[in-house]
């Protein structure tokens, strides 16, 4: 399993948000990652098996997503900023959205 995954679910449909671009940045911004959410909204493997401690950004680029659904939506992208502890082995990185609102907290 990869140290990071994720999840995002389109939350006004009640369904998983397919084709969703998603990157793993650096805390310098360095590029890490790249995926595409899966037809069940998940990324099963972003980045390396490892990372250091520190901080890091998850990037979801939701704009596209919304667009080619043809709807009108706030957030083009959806930024979370967390930081990984000494010692942890999986972070998992869920998205609930919709096209005004979203909500993120650190799965299992």
Do not use: C, K, W
């Not at 890091?56 to 930081?83: L, M, N």
């Amino acid at each position: 399993m990869s140290f990071i995954t994720a999840h995002v679910l389109d939350s006004t449909s009640g369904a998983p948000a397919a084709g969703v671009d998603v990157e793993l940045r650096a805390a310098d911004g360095a590029l890490l990652a790249e995926a595409r959410t899966n037809q069940d909204g998940r990324v099963p493997e972003l980045g390396p098996q490892t990372l250091e401690p520190g901080d890091y950004r998850i990037i979801f680029r939701t704009g596209a997503y919304f667009a080619a659904r043809g709807q009108e939506h706030f957030h083009p992208s959806v930024t979370v900023d967390f930081t990984v502890q000494p010692g942890e082995e999986h972070y998992h990185i869920p998205l609930l959205l919709s096209p005004f609102a979203y909500s993120t907290y650190r799965g299992s």
